[in-house]
């Protein structure tokens, strides 16, 4: 499998946030150097939004021969964790990306931002606040009034500084004041109404570990981050248009290198949720099997399904990158995958709800070994064996002891085409005492073999099935999405985001029946089961003594569908 090959990702589609480049690059801005990062917080696993953030960051990097780097934004010692930057590391790297030895913390630059805090005091733009919380809250005003300068804006420069580093040296408790800059309190950018810069919060940090009481806010420490690293394009998503002035005037203040911020829309998928706190609680509260859920929008959840990372970055790439906010369906992205499934994934045979055939012109205990093709797409990939043999299994859908109008497949006295086999006729339907069907009794055409010249002969179906002899039982775990409205952020009153959970995303299905050549199959690898979709080797629940599969995708395209609607 070649899933980290890189050059397999298309060309990325001119953007806008291109033309900006370009534009730098003609005028010389950053020395001709190109220079992105990504920059999680490690407050969670990474999502399919995510997703979109690396391939476009990355993916400028690479088209212009530039670099980018991970940089970890970890300002919030309660809410991050070593496990969540071990599992973005490992998404990043299954998405195909590499940063090389450029593995950043904001938390390595700690000092640094210490001492820039204190040079903002020294300039007089920045001071000790000792408002509470709702007092600061009350004034800093409102969207359409001013706000009102803190009693304690007009502190002396050196005590100023001699209570931040005694805020610094542990001299205070929790929440008693904050280092705020001191800007405009009348600015219609509430971001500019002297921000706080530093908190006090006693709190075991997991680089840092309990050497700071006081930590810098997200906004001081982001901008800052980026100018360390001379990053040149600093890309985030639309909310954070209203904190560029902030940024800007930071590291004017401060003298620094500046990058140029370009903000873009997030993206929206629809029956999801793409935050992080949502995803948090579906974990802690049990809704899901934790992060790599299946059904989750996670990178880890994706992968586990059966994603591969050329469908992820593929789905990023046709999304594209935009000014304006938009939710992009679900369809696409299980077109994304179904697309490279359909060239890259081996055919196999199951048969998730079973009912038994008996051919009876078959003789008992004879095996007959029949030729398939792995990929119709890519003869490379070759021919495999399936044994034929007096009992089979075929879906129980698949026959209607009175047909319906419109239904061509197995009733009796009729005849279908077996897969890679015979043309078989139902002769008689066997049922038990309350009249269930358990066995039909069929002849088979020995005539009519699949690949020979007597293949000519036309029936209206032809049907998968396996060998009742030589099958294995497997289970297999069908998927819906995880809420059943499109936009599950969208609840009544006293309801909660949860109430719209879908109680059938999961189906699990046990003793279906799979071909012999499955058997062999590992950890992660995909098949496409003919007819019925594609399917993956659950990773953590799967064992040789009980195989577990995961449907990735049914075979529907319903975005085409959509796309030719619009069209
Ligand atoms: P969440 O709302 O899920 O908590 P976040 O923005 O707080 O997301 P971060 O870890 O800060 O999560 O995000 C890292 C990077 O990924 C940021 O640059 C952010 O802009 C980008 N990003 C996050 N969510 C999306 C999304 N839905 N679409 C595109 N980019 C995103
Ligand atoms: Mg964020």
Redesign the pocket.
Known sequence: MSESNISETPKVASNFIKVIINDDLKTNKYDGRVHTR???????Y?????A???C??FGLAKEYAGLCNLRF?DTNPTKEDVEYVDSIKEDVRWLGFDWEDREYFASDYFDRLYELAEQLILKGKAFVCELTQDQMRQYRGTLTEPGINSPFRDRTIDENLELFRKMKNGDFPDGAMVLRAKIDMSSPNVNMRDPIIYRIRRDHHHRTGDKWCIYPMYDFTHCISDSIEFITHS???LE?ENNRPLYDWFLIELGLYRPQQIE?????LNFTV????K?LKLVEDNFVDGWDDPRMPTITGLRRRGYTPEAVRNFAEMVGVAKADSIVDMGMLEFSVRKHLNSTANRAMAVLNPVKIVITNFPEGQKEILEAVNNPEDESKGVRNIPFTREIFIEREDFMEEPQKKFFRLSPGREVRLRYAYIIMCNEVIKDEHGNITELHCTYDAETKSGTSSETRKVKATLHWVSASECFDAEVRLYDNLFMKENPNSVEDGKEFTDNLNPDSLKIISNCKLEPSLRDSNSGDRFQFERLGYFCVDSKHSTLDHPVFNRIVTLKDTWTKIQAKEA
């Open positions: 990504f920059p999680p917080e490690p407050n969670g990474l999502h399919i939004g995510h979109k953030s690396i476009l960051n934004d890309l985030c998503t954070f873009f829309a997030r993206l929206n793409l935050s992080k706190r995803l």
